[in-house]
């Protein structure tokens, strides 16, 4: 069964930085498009970024611009969102996705304050 566990959230003051983590078991993520979502309270989930298969390609709603980098390791079957100069409104659970879309993670929780 494809697993995709995403890691790294927490609690962090305004300004702060954080780097999540998206790690896949029984699937190769070296094939696939991955994408970074967030949904918060009482809001419709929303893509946040985007990296191709080989990394060469990224993609970032305009909110996070400058601010969020994603990145993937192949080697290690990871991608990685850092986020800095977080905001209060970038408190969501976070979700990675990939597989066209059909996999995705639990999710996890960043709370800026």
């Known amino acids: 069964q494809v697993q995709l566990v995403e890691s790294g959230g927490g609690s962090v003051q305004a300004g702060g930085s954080l780097r999540l983590s998206c790690a896949a078991s029984?699937?190769?993520?070296?094939?696939?498009?991955v994408g970074w979502f967030r949904q918060a309270p009482g809001k419709e989930r929303e893509g946040v970024a985007a990296?191709?298969?080989?990394?060469?390609?990224?993609a970032y709603r305009n909110s996070v611009k400058g601010r969020f980098t994603i990145s993937r390791d192949n080697s290690k079957n990871k991608v990685y969102l850092q986020m800095s100069i977080l905001h209060s409104d970038d408190t969501a659970l976070y979700y990675c996705a990939s597989g066209g879309f059909t996999y995705w993670g639990q999710g996890t929780q960043v709370t800026v304050s």
């Open positions: 029984r699937f190769t993520f070296s094939s696939s498009c």
């Open positions: 990296i191709n298969a080989s990394g060469g390609r990224t």
